[in-house]
């Protein structure tokens, strides 16, 4: 049995009886404004963070979400693009899509707004997407990705990259690990299909998406998430587990490289009313600019009155690069 059989063997499970705590999500569910999310979908919550973020959903744009769980972010996704069959949900597993289905019609008796037909439910597989090139303006996947071994992720991230339009968003929340982890770990494809021993330290991780093509990277929020002690698992340490929300964005490479966002600012505190480096980034006298981190390590060097902050790794947007 493969680790990806063992993943579906999990899930199908967590469909037919869900278990609450299978992941546990680090952020509050977003109640928008007349959004009433079911209690079950709230026990089906197997992410470790959100992607759905209003600044992504303007102008009901079609959404495609992989790995739909109990539907609760295909739900809060039709909550911005309220039209028929403007959210995609692919899953490989069939009872996670029949559960799907069947909290939908919860979702329609609490949320008079809600038709079940804004989403389109299909069978499929994140490493052969059944979506159209280029058709998709946001993409997202939660805590899915970081099960796939390194070639699959490849796989699914280049094929997320396939069906976004040009400027369109991957939008992901999956764990992160800094410390390398034994092989039993890594092997372990139980505990992989738990969203544990499959994490990867986060330059891998985007360096996966910049090299499918992705030009912007942000770095949206990084969090406790778990501990894998020795008491519990077959580790001689504690290896500390983070969730990360990142945003992909395909855009056109930058010459120069990728432009990602992990939270700098640069501040010039000069005796000028602003600098400018004659490059494009005008910095007025102490006021935080948020940067990428290329543009943060090339006006270090512009002037040694300007300080660049450290990586906060909570980034909102509005930066420059």
């Keep these: 049995m493969s680790y990806l059989d063992a993943t579906q063997n999990l899930y199908k499970e967590a469909a037919l009886t869900p278990d609450v705590g299978l992941c546990c999500t680090t952020n509050p569910i977003w109640q928008f404004p007349g959004l009433s999310i079911p209690k079950i979908m709230q026990e089906m919550n197997y992410g470790c963070g959100s992607t759905v973020s209003a600044q992504d959903l303007v102008n009901e744009p079609n959404i495609l979400y992989v790995g739909v769980g109990g539907g609760m972010e295909l739900l809060q996704f039709s909550y911005f693009s309220r039209k028929k069959g403007s959210v995609t949900g692919v899953d490989s597993v069939n009872e996670m899509l029949e559960a799907s289905r069947k909290n939908f019609k919860i979702a329609e008796e609490e ?7 804004f989403v389109n439910l299909v069978k499929g597989d994140a490493l052969n997407l059944p979506v159209a090139d280029e058709s998709i303006d946001v993409a997202a996947q939660n805590c899915l990705f970081n099960i796939f071994k390194l070639d699959d992720l490849k796989k699914a991230v280049s094929e997320m990259y396939r069906v976004l339009k040009p400027h369109g968003r991957l939008v992901m929340s999956d764990p992160v690990c800094e410390q390398p982890m034994s092989d039993e770990l890594r092997n372990d494809d139980r505990l992989r299909a738990q ?44 290896i500390h587990i983070e969730s990360i929300e990142i945003a992909a964005i395909k855009d056109p490479m930058p010459e120069d490289g990728p432009c990602v966002f992990t939270g700098k600012t640069a501040i010039y505190f000069g005796n000028e009313e602003f600098l400018d480096d004659k490059k494009g980034h005008v910095l007025l006298q102490n006021q935080p600019l948020a940067v990428c981190d290329k543009t943060a390590a090339a006006l270090a060097k512009v002037s040694d009155e300007i300080y660049i902050s450290e990586s906060t790794y909570h980034y909102n947007g509005g930066g420059c690069c």
Excluded: A, M, Q
Aim: some cysteine; glycine content about 8%.
């Design 195 to 238: 969203c544990l021993s499959g994490s990867i330290p986060l330059k891998e991780y985007i360096k996966v998406l910049t090299d499918t093509g992705f030009g912007t990277i942000e770095i949206r929020g990084k969090r406790s998430y778990r501990v894998l002690s020795p008491n519990h698992y077959p580790t001689n340490e504690i």
């Design 111 to 117: 949320n008079d707004w809600f038709k079940s037909d």
